[in-house]
């Protein structure tokens, strides 16, 4: 039995090893091939960061990610230029983060991407918010937007999904976003929002997520009720206790 | 004295004052009374909070007139109205207690419970401390002022209530042929509605408020849908699309989001969500609910497709009852 332990733990070591191992392949797939500045050269940059999950032939991968033919140049600059992809781990939801890609490679990726076919590969859409007005871009992102992305634009949820603040996207993403309906969010047609509709719509974002006027006087985040109440309880209820310590009096004891 | 040995020994005086047949305490004319400290004051401060009593119940007036004005489009001063009618109902409070009814500090020393001296006291310093205020009906007037505005400015949000729908809910103006379209009133063609958006239609000629007017309508691939048992693909769900009731079963608000993935395999399945509660919906098994409070499915409402024009039309009516859950509602249904 004293013998039988040490063999034992041994088998259980080898045993985890080995299935570690076997793991990594996976992993080891999954992740982005580091970039250097010199490539510029599309389909080079897409075998390197794009076809493990998209396939050779942009066709997409089973189980790892869609296709890209049809997807255009729309598709692909709001995800490049976003940060959204390369993702390293395709079941991950993407998140913006900082561009993975140089200006250059980008536009020489999108390219590509564009020159992939399909039904019909759309282009980068064209906005103009100085175009729009503020009244109507308010009504049509409370009416289009606002439930996931919050009314002033600072993101919010849907169940099984964060919707992304709107802080940091410029005009031809925010255009590109209502068109493709990137992740989990739905598409919007030109006849649910059309052109003039939205550079409204992108004109309000631009205003909301920078520099909303605060009517009640202090925008306290802009995130609605719970800084609110916050305010009410901690700020609030102070001053009724300091109001209350005024007007009573100790009992003489 | 604390006001609670006030309480005490006048609810004990009250209850042994019949039987014990107390002598009363020879009858004074208020106004004569002259209380040590009173004066100039005193008047003084009742004027104050008289005013503020009306001042406060002219805020609650306010808060009603400023939502007769614009319900929903001025909360701010809403807020202000109700607000100032609260601080100043309490200001008034504040001054009457401090100033305007007579202070006196006493102590009262342990003796036995029921002491007839003490009895006497206590009921003398309970009337002088109503004799001391000279301007009553100014303050009663005042009073009331403040209780009529105050209490307007409570009673008013109530109009904000929604209608009584226990009679009407099951009536919608949805029948077989009723054309689908838009809020502007355009017809909703079938080719509309792609995959990956969601479509917001109304009952043409119905009223857009109506809480049975408003659908949502997706589509999505048909060999995706599952529908409930009795519900034939091809009345339900023709080329995949499928028409929801808008309205939440639970609590009634707009079904506003639409989560559709863009990649199947590595994304949450599509799904309707209600923004208040986050109500989620599944669209292709007959919008059962997946996550969230409701408590049933999102009655569906059969569709049709004119051939020759492309337009959707209603096929029939609701699959159940529309709105959020009520007494005696059906849950197993719809």
Same mark, same amino acid.
């Given at each position: ?23 990594? +392949? ?21 075998? =390197? =960061? ?16 869609? /296709? ?46 564009? /020159? ?12 103009? +918010? ?69 550079? /409204? ?49 100790? /009992? +003489?004891? | ?162 209608p009584n729908v226990s009679q009407r809910i ?5 029948? #077989? ?31 857009? #408020? ?24 091809a009345t339900w769900a023709p080329e995949g ?94």
């Open positions: 039995m004293r013998r039988a332990l040490p063999a034992l733990a041994a088998a259980l070591a080898l045993a985890l090893g080995t299935a570690a191992l076997a793991g990594r +392949p996976a992993l080891a797939r999954a992740a982005v091939a580091p970039i250097g500045p010199p490539p510029v050269d599309g389909p080079a940059l897409y075998e =390197a =960061a794009c076809a493990s999950c998209h396939g050779f032939d942009g066709r997409g991968v089973h189980d790892q990610g869609p /296709s890209l033919l049809g997807a255009g140049a729309r598709a692909a600059d709001f995800y490049l230029r976003t940060g959204r992809m390369p993702l390293a781990n395709p079941h991950d939801a993407p998140v913006r983060t900082p561009p993975q890609f140089t200006d250059a490679q980008i536009r020489a990726l999108t390219a590509y991407v564009a /020159s992939l076919g399909g039904p019909a590969a759309p282009p980068i859409p064209r906005v103009d +918010p100085a175009a729009g007005t503020l009244a109507a871009g308010r009504s049509a992102f409370t009416d289009h937007c606002a439930g996931c992305h919050q009314v002033l634009a600072r993101g919010g949820i849907v169940t099984g999904a964060i919707a992304p603040p709107l802080r940091e996207a410029t005009p031809t993403e925010i255009a590109e976003a209502v068109r493709i309906g990137p992740y989990l969010m739905p598409r919007f047609t030109t006849r649910q929002i059309d052109q003039s509709t939205l550079n /409204s719509i992108v004109r309000y974002v631009e205003w909301a997520a920078h520099r909303p006027s605060n009517a009640g006087g202090w925008g306290i985040g802009n995130i609605g009720p719970i800084p609110e109440g916050m305010v009410a309880w901690l700020i609030g209820i102070a001053a009724l206790l300091i109001v209350i310590r005024l007007i009573g009096e100790r /009992s +003489p004891q | 004295m604390s006001p609670w040995r006030v309480i005490v020994a006048a609810v004990l005086l009250a209850l042994r004052g019949g039987r014990r047949g107390a002598a009363p305490p020879p009858p004074v004319d208020p106004r004569e009374r002259e209380l040590p400290g009173r004066g100039e004051h005193a008047r003084r401060a009742e004027l104050l909070t008289a005013a503020l009593l009306a001042l406060g119940g002219l805020a609650g007036i306010g808060f009603f007139v400023v939502y007769l004005l614009g319900p929903g489009h001025l909360t701010q001063w809403l807020g202000l109205a109700l607000g100032l009618a609260l601080a100043l109902l309490a200001a008034a409070l504040i001054v009457a207690g401090k100033a305007v009814v007579p202070q006196e500090v006493a102590v009262e020393e342990r003796a036995q419970l029921v002491d007839e001296q003490a009895e006497r006291e206590v009921a003398e310093l309970a009337a002088a401390g109503a004799e001391g205020v000279t301007r009553r009906r100014l303050l009663a007037g005042a009073a009331g002022v403040a209780g009529v505005g105050v209490g307007a400015a409570l009673v008013t949000p109530i109009a904000s209530l929604g099951d009536e919608t103006p949805w029948r #077989r042929g009723v054309r689908v379209v838009d809020e502007r009133g355009r017809a909703i063609l079938a080719d509309d509605v792609v995959q990956g958006t969601f479509v917001t239609g109304f009952p043409e000629g119905a009223s857009l #408020r109506d809480l049975a007017s408003p659908i949502v309508i997706v589509r999505l691939p048909p060999a995706t849908i599952h529908l409930p048992r009795g519900r034939d693909p699309l499928l028409a929801y009731s808008k309205i939440c079963t639970h609590a009634g608000c707009a079904i506003g989001l639409y989560r559709y993935p863009s990649f199947r395999p590595t994304q949450p399945r599509p799904a309707l969500v209600c923004p208040c509660h986050y109500s989620t919906f599944d669209p292709a098994r007959g919008a059962a609910v997946i996550f969230g409070p409701a408590g049933r499915p999102l009655p569906q409402l059969p569709l049709a497709i004119d051939p020759a024009t492309r337009e959707l039309r209603a096929n029939g009516g609701y699959s159940g009852s529309i709105g959020p859950a009520w007494l005696n509602v059906d849950r197993g249904s719809a």
